[in-house]
């Protein structure tokens, strides 16, 4: 029967954190996505990249949310319990308090291994993906890229500006910079532009203009009533350098090694006059999941005290604080990392201190209960 009883318990707090935790995250993405716009929009890309991009993006957004949806559905469903009065039967079945909140604790160790998996391997490895899928494309969408009485300058070594823009797409009155190399660059201008397919390849066909061309000392220019102007292969601006949230952990953990100067590795973002990114994103993979169980064991207060109990609002709503304050702190202490690893052990060992004592306050409360029985 205990086991039964048990069994239900976990399932409604799990079922309601898996149904808050996509949800929320789900809504956070669409604005997170409508954000994103200005990669296919401004910056040029095709649809295909906007989507893929958005997409590798909600692990992300998962693992953000985790400790938010965790901690509320769990005091939710205890909360639910305690007013219809579900409590009671475990009880009067013979499940003591101490015997709930051991059965919790381990549940949510098992949760801190899948964060840790979460933030470790899916979240790093998506990011690189989207950020590869951005390195590895060409801004094609030219159209929605140039705006009208605006120098747009998007594309790596071009610049582009128009006067006018009609309803089809033609251009008025183009000038387009383009810089061949370092001791060159090319200056056109045209009375019309309109953009054409031609087989796979998207260009800008130049009507009624005039090309400078600069190499060197030498100028020379001609001048033209059609030509065309190839856009492909063209790159953005965009920021080509990997991050160090898209270094895989083992590499970070190989990072550890040469900043200790245990062996030697070529690892990027990785400086030994530089170590805080580091070792805060290997704090905030390896050890913020710390803080799960913390959050468990708060919630688990809640069952603590009956309803009838004429400070029960009160402790609840003082119980849904800690919870908060304690998202709030593991999320503010990775800014307090520091070059030195010995100065931030205490923020590496805060949540197993933190764990200590709130299980300790359970055994105080509880034995302070029997006392009074």
């Known amino acids: 029967m205990k086991k039964i009883i048990f069994r239900k318990l976990l399932m409604d707090c799990l079922i309601f954190f898996c149904l808050s935790l996509l949800g929320v995250s789900a809504i956070i993405w669409v604005f997170q996505a409508v954000n994103f716009l200005d990669i296919m929009i401004e910056d040029g890309r095709n649809y295909n990249v906007y989507f893929n991009y958005t997409l590798l993006n909600f692990p992300k957004i998962i693992s953000r949310i985790l ?22 039967i475990f009880w009067n079945h013979g499940v003591t308090k101490i015997s709930v909140v051991n059965f919790f604790f381990w549940i949510s160790i098992l949760i801190v291994i899948i964060q840790i998996m979460l933030l470790s391997i899916v979240v790093p490895k998506s990011q690189e993906m989207a950020r590869s899928t951005l390195r590895s494309s060409n801004v094609d969408y030219f159209e929605g890229l140039i705006k009208p009485k605006k120098f747009n300058d998007t594309i790596k070594g071009l610049t582009i500006f128009a006067e006018d823009k009609n309803i089809n797409g033609d251009l008025k009155n ?120 913390v959050l468990i064991l708060i919630s ?36 307090y990392v520091t070059d030195n690893l010995f100065n931030n052990s205490l923020i590496i060992t805060l949540p197993i201190f933190l764990i200590l004592i709130v299980y300790f306050i359970f055994i105080y409360k509880l034995k302070l209960v029997n006392r009074r029985l």
């Open 67 to 88: 400790p938010f949806a965790l901690f509320f559905s769990f005091s939710y469903t205890f909360v639910r319990y305690e007013v219809n009065n579900e409590l009671i």
């Open 174 to 293: 183009i000038y387009i910079k383009k810089n061949n190399s370092k001791e060159g660059f090319q200056i056109t201008f045209a009375k019309k532009g309109v953009f054409e397919l031609k087989g796979n390849k998207k260009i800008l066909v130049l009507y009624n203009g005039q090309t400078l061309t600069q190499k060197g000392k030498n100028v020379t220019k001609f001048d033209f009533s059609k030509s065309d102007f190839g856009l492909a292969n063209m790159e953005s601006h965009f920021t080509a350098h990997k991050k160090i949230q898209e270094q895989s952990t083992v590499s970070l953990i190989k990072c550890m090694q040469f900043l200790f100067g245990l062996k030697e590795y070529s690892i990027i973002n990785c400086y030994k006059n530089d170590p805080r990114g580091a070792y805060k994103e290997l704090i905030r993979r390896l050890i913020s999941p710390f803080y799960l169980p």
């Open 300 to 335: 688990l207060l809640l069952i603590l005290n009956s309803k009838e109990n004429i400070k029960y609002n009160k402790n609840k709503y003082l119980i849904y604080l800690m919870g908060l304050g304690m998202i709030v702190l593991s999320e503010s202490l990775l800014g």
